[in-house]
């Protein structure tokens, strides 16, 4: 990998060091029961805070999905690029992003449920596109730096 290309992946990853704290607090959704009513913002702290009242299991999971997964993975990822961590960790770094990518998933399942009902008002909030371009970005940093890394290691190509 090129001194370039690694240090641009250092950026890319380094800065969802800064992004995934402003996904976390941004507005995901903006929610409200019947047109009547105005509409509260929820963000993942929020709805964090908001499951700890009634399901601390349930928000420890979200805290482990939704904060410490995407987390870990940046740093791991980190690490990986700049040559501090070997090569046989990149399987883990595939896990971690699966765990990151959970929490997307259900986000996408509550607002179809909630949509679906029909009881209540859904907006979707700049926050959740915000988290889902970092978890995405999180993702093609690992797919792209798994194939640079296996590309230098396998050596060039015989005919």
């Known amino acids: 990998m090129s001194r370039r290309t690694q240090l ?10 800064v992004l995934f704290p402003i996904a976390w607090v941004a507005p995901l959704m903006r929610a409200g029961f019947l047109p009547l009513f ?29 904060i410490l997964a995407p987390i870990a993975k940046v740093l791991s990822l980190e690490a990986l690029i700049s040559n501090r961590l070997p090569a046989r960790v990149k399987p883990w770094l595939f896990h971690l992003g699966r765990l990151a990518m959970a929490d997307v998933f259900l986000i996408a399942i509550y607002i179809t449920v909630i949509k679906g009902i029909g ?38 190509l015989k005919d």
């Open 38 to 66: 105005g509409l509260s913002e929820i963000s993942v702290l929020s709805g964090i805070a908001g499951l700890w009242q009634t399901d601390v299991f349930l928000a420890l999971i979200v805290v482990l999905f939704a």
């Open 119 to 156: 009881v209540g008002r859904l907006e979707i909030g700049w926050g959740l596109y915000l988290f889902t371009f970092c978890v995405l970005l999180s993702l093609a940093l690992s797919i792209f730096t798994t194939v640079k890394t296996e590309c230098l290691r396998s050596g060039p």
């Open 8 to 17: 641009t992946l250092r950026c890319l990853n380094l800065s969802l060091l």
